[in-house]
């Protein structure tokens, strides 16, 4: 078969290709380079939202060190040597369950865990029974302890089988520091 086209325009015709496929890699190239400005975009943006998050909380930092000294100041002092912790916490909550009428029946003192200069003693406390006003009466009390810091930590409410009674568990910590304490 032969071709109605001259040699040149043949010639012509193959550079016309190269140039369009030439041309159509450089575009795609230059889209695919566009996605790559915009991920870097919004991965910049990202960026200078966290550092500007985080230089406002170090521009706080005398707030956060005021506070957490105030904190320090109420927080309970156990001697390097004392071994009671545990019966400690556990006879302060169970006084407040019983000033709030709540009664507990299943609970265990976990394993002392540093955090610095904080100690905390988790308390499992597997079994609980009272009505909702006790309830709240008791976890205000728990948040408002004068000589001691809880933290309820997690806490699971149900019906009880007695009318007019929830039942539940929940995890408490106890924070509290070790050393001498400061008069």
Not at 30 to 52: G, I, R, V
């Amino acid at each position: 078969m032969s071709s109605n086209l001259s040699r040149r325009d043949r010639m012509i015709a193959a550079i016309g290709g190269v140039v369009v496929l030439y041309a159509l890699a450089v575009g795609l190239w230059f889209m695919s380079q566009e996605q790559a400005w915009k991920t870097a975009a919004k991965k910049y943006a990202a960026a200078e939202k966290k550092t500007l998050s985080e230089k406002k909380l170090i521009s706080q930092r005398q707030k956060w060190n005021d506070a957490y000294e105030e904190e320090r100041e109420k927080m309970p002092v156990f001697s390097e040597d004392a071994k009671d912790v545990d019966t400690h916490w556990l006879s302060r909550m169970d006084a407040l369950a019983q000033e709030c009428n709540v009664a507990i029946s299943q609970r265990q003192a976990g394993q002392q865990v540093e955090a610095g200069d904080v100690f905390e003693l988790p308390i499992d406390v597997k079994r609980w029974e009272a009505s909702t006003s006790a309830l709240v009466k008791f976890m205000h009390a728990l948040e408002s302890e004068k000589e001691a810091m809880f933290d309820v930590r997690e806490i699971s409410v149900k019906p009880s089988s007695h009318k007019g009674y929830l039942t539940g568990s929940f995890k408490l910590a106890c924070a509290y520091m070790r050393g001498e304490k400061e008069e």
